[in-house]
């Protein structure tokens, strides 16, 4: 069985995600640090099992954002999204 | 009647369970009454959670199969053999006892009859879950919203038995604006009048519309099914935008 | 204000317990082998594959596949532990000594390195005190159980340092980093711990 036969997508980060934002961010749409491809954070590919979150580019597999929950912590790294639009009702 | 999602903190609550009825021989659904439920969107989930008396934690994700019309929410969850939630759900878990769920989760994979159609879903395995929760909201809108919106339904399964709503689903499509269509990969009866393979492009050409028709297509189940069947599509001429996909893991 | 958790009635963790001393605190023992990745599997290919051991300097040894097979192989069986609680007992494997790579690596002009930071196709990382990788405690390997390292597992090679938790033993990996001071890895800089002692059940920085 090949990891890819595993990995999930943002659909499965979206509780872990709805922690670190009031929102759901699913359909926030993230532009990609590593080449620059657009797309909701709903098609980002997931790796990272019980470990954390690791959500990837489709286009590029750049760690797009990465979550990791320790002891008194949640640790995010967002250094893959150089640009995120959350939909708002408000 | 379709809620707006309710920004703030998601909290676990105590649901309570009122009904579980088997599906399949795998498949249990089980009817919660979840306390101040702000209502879903057919398509996202709930976390639920299992805690023991020493601490033990386990957590996992259920599309939601009930539709946003119900008071109360449905959970259909399929057993996995030596997992750790599953078969506590569908072999101990009854009537009457608690459950901690949160939710509803998700705003991606989701569909109201708002949005349009023609809607094209398909399905393999447990990922027809989520899109049933898609169909029966389709059903519960007004007549003059339903026959805007004709929805086709391909559900891939390995054997006849392992085909969960098949009778609702049969009845379903007896709807104007309803289309179904089955596919067994593994094992069919002889008088089988479905598809008797894996999905490929000559089935996704024949069951979905025509690019041109613009249809939003939902595609659900083991992540390789997902993967190629999203592939498919785009390679016939649909725009990706309007494929959304959501993976459930390796085939169990 | 703290969740309070609801028990739910008659769930209970169906992990048992292992024979006692074999299995460090909050581990439980399973027969599979479960594949756990941070990133799509790579692909390289064998002829263009290679290992190096780098120092801060700039100098580098490396070998390539062919060069690697030829050196002097063990095949050490071991128990493994993953930071996410599983425990395999009795793994066998065949690989490189990292002694002998470094031994190669001195004799090439390589110095330093208190720290290693092994690095992998892909882009992953995990840092390490050398003296976990030294004294016969870990393996360039590329045979899992009689076979060649399937991908999914790593393959062609990976770092094996079984004392330590498994996500130490970098799959895909493609070299040494030699580093006068220790610097965080992809889990690392998450919040894992840089060392991963799984008998002090060192899990997270600070642990």
């Known amino acids: 069985m090949q990891t890819e036969e595993m990995r999930l997508d943002g659909n499965a980060a979206a509780g872990a995600l709805r922690e670190l934002f009031a929102t759901d961010v699913t359909a926030a749409i993230a532009t990609c640090m590593g080449c620059g491809t657009v797309g909701p954070v709903g098609t980002l590919l997931e790796y990272g099992h019980a470990m954390g979150v690791i959500l990837r580019c489709p286009s590029c597999d750049t760690a797009v954002l990465r979550i990791v929950r320790t002891p008194g912590w949640l640790r995010v790294d967002a250094s893959g999204i150089s640009r995120l639009m959350i939909p708002d009702s408000a | ?252 | 204000m703290p969740d309070i958790p609801f028990i739910a009635r008659g769930f209970h963790s169906h992990r048992t317990a292992a024979p006692a001393g074999r299995l460090p605190p909050g581990q439980y023992e399973t027969r599979d082998f479960p594949v756990l990745s941070a990133g799509p599997t790579p692909r390289t290919s064998l002829a263009t594959w290679d290992f190096s051991i780098r120092d801060a300097a700039g100098h580098s040894v490396k070998w390539s596949w062919d060069e690697l097979l030829q050196l002097p192989h063990d095949t050490p069986t071991v128990d493994i532990h993953c930071v996410t609680k599983w425990s395999k007992f009795d793994t066998k494997w065949e690989g490189v000594s990292v002694d002998t790579l470094l031994d190669g690596a001195r004799a090439g002009g390589v110095t330093g390195g208190e720290f290693v930071l092994a690095f992998s196709d892909g882009g992953y990382t995990t840092n390490l005190p050398i003296a976990d990788v030294t004294g016969g405690k870990a393996w360039v390997a590329f045979g899992y159980d009689g076979a060649p390292l399937p991908p999914e597992h790593g393959g062609p090679a990976r770092l094996l340092v079984p004392h330590l938790y498994f996500w130490k033993s970098a799959k895909w990996v493609r070299g040494l980093q030699l580093m006068a001071r220790d610097q965080p890895g992809f889990w690392e800089q998450l919040g894992y711990h840089d060392r991963g002692d799984p008998w002090r059940e060192q899990r997270y920085q600070g642990d």
């Open chain 2, 1 to 252: 009647m379709a809620r707006a999602a309710v920004p703030g903190r998601l909290n676990w609550r105590v649901a309570t369970v009122i009904e579980a009825r088997n599906e399949t021989r795998r498949a249990r659904t089980l009817v919660l009454d979840v306390p101040e439920w702000p209502g879903h969107r057919a398509g996202q989930h709930v976390d639920v959670r299992l805690v023991s008396e020493d601490g033990y934690q386990a957590q996992r994700s259920y599309s939601i199969a009930s539709p946003p019309e119900d008071a109360s929410i449905a959970l259909t969850v399929e057993r996995i053999d030596n997992a750790e939630v599953s078969p506590y759900l569908c072999d101990v878990l009854r009537v009457g006892d608690g459950l901690e769920v949160r939710g509803p989760i998700g705003g991606y994979f989701v569909w109201d009859v708002a949005q349009g159609g023609p809607l094209l879903l398909i399905a393999g395995g447990s990922g027809i879950v989520p899109l049933m929760a898609m169909l029966r909201h389709h059903a519960r809108s007004n007549e003059q919203a339903r026959a805007q919106v004709p929805v086709r339904l391909l559900y891939s399964a390995r054997g006849v038995d392992d085909l969960i709503y098949r009778k609702e689903l049969e009845e379903l499509a007896q709807l104007p604006a309803v289309e179904v269509a089955f596919t067994l990969t593994r094992d069919a009866p002889a008088e089988w009048h479905g598809y008797r393979r894996r999905i490929d492009r000559a089935m996704v050409e024949e069951v979905s519309w025509p690019a041109a028709h613009m249809p939003r297509a939902f595609v659900c189940g083991p992540t390789p099914l997902v993967e190629s069947v999203a592939t498919l599509l785009v390679e016939l001429g649909h725009d990706p935008s309007r494929v959304r996909t959501e993976r459930f893991g390796p085939t169990s």
